[in-house]
Every structure is written in structure tokens, then in C-alpha cells.
């Protein structure tokens, strides 16, 4: 029975999520502009630290921080890219079942 409410819990809230992500796409592609934006950002600082600076620690610093920044462009996009997506998704999967 406790299951049972847990499960139904996690549904609503996942219904809920859906709604909040998915109701405004161009908030969602604005979101997976500035993450392809802020990768690219990250990608140009790794590939400036690799051929302009010496081999140095300040060069594999600067490199990590391109990383970062790269790696923080990965997950603005994916989140814009998932709200766009998210809610048709969950509403092909939800009719489905009835």
C-alpha cells in the first residue's frame, strides 16, 4: 500500500514537472541556444589554451576552466532540448495507456 502511494506521489510530481518544463517552448529553444552558445564559448578557451599558450600550468588551468564551461553548455542545452520534448513525450506515453 505504501508502494502504491510513493508511486502515485512520483507520478504527480513527474506530471507536474512535465507541465512546468514543457509549456513554454520558446523559453526551451532560448535554453538550448545559450547552451549550444555557452559550449561553444568553453570550446573556443580549450582550443585557445592549446594553441596559443606555452605548455604550462596556467595553460592545463585555463584548459579546465574551458572544460567546465563546455561541460555546463552540455547540460543548458540537454535541459533545453528535454523542454522542448518532455511534454509531447509525456503526452504520447500518458494517451497511450487509456
Request: net charge positive; proline share 1%; aromatic share 8%.
Amino acid at each position: 500500500m505504501s508502494q502504491r502511494k510513493s508511486f502515485l506521489k512520483f507520478r504527480k510530481q513527474l506530471h507536474q514537472l512535465a507541465l512546468r518544463l514543457g509549456n513554454n517552448p520558446k523559453l526551451a529553444f532560448s535554453r538550448l541556444l545559450q547552451g549550444i552558445l555557452v559550449f561553444l564559448f568553453g570550446a573556443l578557451i580549450l582550443i585557445i589554451s592549446d594553441r596559443v599558450l606555452t605548455n604550462s600550468l596556467q595553460q592545463e588551468m585555463i584548459a579546465l576552466l574551458g572544460v567546465i564551461i563546455a561541460g555546463i553548455g552540455v547540460i543548458m542545452t540537454l535541459v533545453g532540448y528535454l523542454s522542448m520534448s518532455l511534454l509531447r513525450l509525456y503526452h504520447m506515453i500518458n494517451n497511450k495507456d487509456k
